[in-house]
């Protein structure tokens, strides 16, 4: 019913530094984003994470894990933007998949519970897009029917899925809670240091 899948295509530019495998608790901030979400009791189709920058390196980190629902994909267009790297997540989503889950892989201090809270309301309310938010802030991850998955293939680049929100305000349940780290990415490595602390 659910299918994950982790954007994690970036080449860290403003981290100045490939993020995706720094040091986060016993592992690395993507694989800690993945282990948070495989803990879910939701997500029960696929966990599909797309790489871009450096993607040899990543997947072969990644290749230790023993998980059936995880499949590594790539984007090899990730320069030409986020909008791109969601466009390979969800390309063949399997036929049970009724949501996607988008999330980001720079957001490890985002828990399983925080996943279930959010998932669990999304399947209450069978909105045709999710959105948590905290203090009037939009966040992660965003859930989105697999039924707008043609709208999303005619966005624009400029503006991403944020033109989807825009298109079709009627459409989206802004999920209220009270947790920060949904809006927390590790963008500057002050951000990192202050957040792995």
Not at 115 to 136: H, S, T
Request: proline content about 4%; overall charge positive; hydrophobic content about 40%.
């Amino acid at each position: 019913m659910i299918t994950a899948v982790i954007l994690a295509a970036g080449e860290g530019s403003r981290m100045g530094t490939l993020k995706q495998l720094l040091p986060w608790e016993d592992s690395t901030i993507l694989e800690t984003v993945i282990k948070n979400i495989a803990e879910t009791r939701f997500v029960d189709d696929e966990i599909r994470v797309i790489l871009g920058a450096q993607a040899d390196r990543i997947e072969k980190i990644l290749s230790c894990w023993d998980e059936k629902r995880l499949k590594v994909l790539r984007n090899n267009n990730y320069k030409e933007g986020m909008l791109t790297t969601v466009r390979q997540g969800i390309k063949d989503i399997p036929i049970t998949t009724e949501y996607i889950m988008l999330a980001l892989g720079d957001q490890p201090l985002i828990t399983t519970d925080i996943f279930n809270l959010v998932l669990k309301e999304c399947l209450r309310k069978k909105p045709d897009i999710m959105v948590p938010v905290v203090n009037g802030k939009r966040g992660h991850p965003l859930l989105i029917n697999k039924r707008l998955i043609p709208e999303i293939h005619l966005l624009k680049k400029q503006g991403g899925l944020r033109n989807l929100l825009h298109k079709y305000p009627e459409r989206v349940y802004h999920f209220n809670i009270n947790d920060e780290s949904i809006i927390v990415d590790l963008d500057y490595y002050e951000d990192y240091q202050k957040h792995r602390r």
